[in-house]
């Protein structure tokens, strides 16, 4: 069974930093991730989606990698602003249903 | 951009009262939807998965007779609630992948649905 861990699982930074986030997983036999981020009593929004065969994907400030054979992906957020005040998600989808496995979240606080 | 729409967005209603989820693909179809229930500061876990034309598959501990899933076109899915009890109080989201394009399409989600169940 996939296991999800993302760290830190909260962050308050002062605008303007650059972040990364971490995502770890246990089922390296994934077939792509995605992150989320996800507004507090809202759904979800997709960021990025990478494929198990690649390594990095880039959208805007944001770009997440992917090492699949350590079970490890990253999110980096450039020149943070308060609007990417929310909760980021990371979610590998299994080589069968596509079915997503989320982590617990981070908690991104970007003060003004 | 691809658009999953999900009603109601929130629920309040009395224990034993069953409750319906639509789950619609607005601009694209989707043979696959699937249904996450998400409980205060936790994170999304997959109850079932949906497939159109076909019975649904359940994540272990999901009770298949509680929660009813039907699929029954490449546009909509609905869950059920049926016979709520405060313990079902969650927030319900779905999300759909596009069948058109390839299997490596993101998985799109609704808004999800707030259900109180006093």
């Known amino acids: 069974k996939q296991e999800v861990t993302q760290i830190p699982a909260a962050l308050s930074v002062p605008e303007g930093e650059n972040l990364v986030l971490n995502c770890s997983f246990t089922d390296s036999a994934i077939y792509n991730l995605q992150w989320f981020r996800q507004d507090p009593g809202k759904g979800l929004t997709s960021l990025l989606l990478?494929?198990?065969?690649?390594r990095e994907q880039t959208s805007g400030r944001l770009n997440a990698s992917l090492d699949k054979s350590s079970g490890r992906s990253t999110l980096y957020i450039a020149a943070s602003q308060p609007g990417d005040s929310a909760t980021y998600l990371c979610?590998?989808?299994?080589?069968?249903?596509?079915?997503?496995?989320f982590g617990s979240g981070t908690r991104l606080q970007v003060q003004p | 951009g691809a658009v999953v729409s999900q009603h109601p967005s929130w629920v309040i209603c009395k224990s034993g009262t069953s409750v319906k989820i639509e789950c619609r693909s607005l601009d694209f179809q989707a043979t696959t939807m699937f249904w996450y229930r998400q409980f205060p500061k936790q994170s999304l876990m997959l109850m079932a998965t949906s497939n159109e034309g076909s019975k649904a598959t359940y994540e272990q501990g999901v009770e298949k007779d509680k929660f009813l899933i039907n699929h029954a076109s490449l546009t909509l899915s609905t869950l059920t609630v049926t016979s709520a009890h405060p313990e079902d109080s969650s927030f319900y989201i779905c999300?759909?992948?596009?069948?058109?394009?390839?299997?490596?399409?993101?998985?799109?989600f609704g808004d999800g649905t707030r259900l109180s169940i006093l």
């Open positions: 999300s759909a992948r596009e069948l058109s394009g390839g299997l490596n399409q993101p998985q799109h």
């Open positions: 990478i494929q198990s065969s690649q």
């Open positions: 979610a590998p989808s299994d080589t069968g249903r596509r079915a997503l496995t």
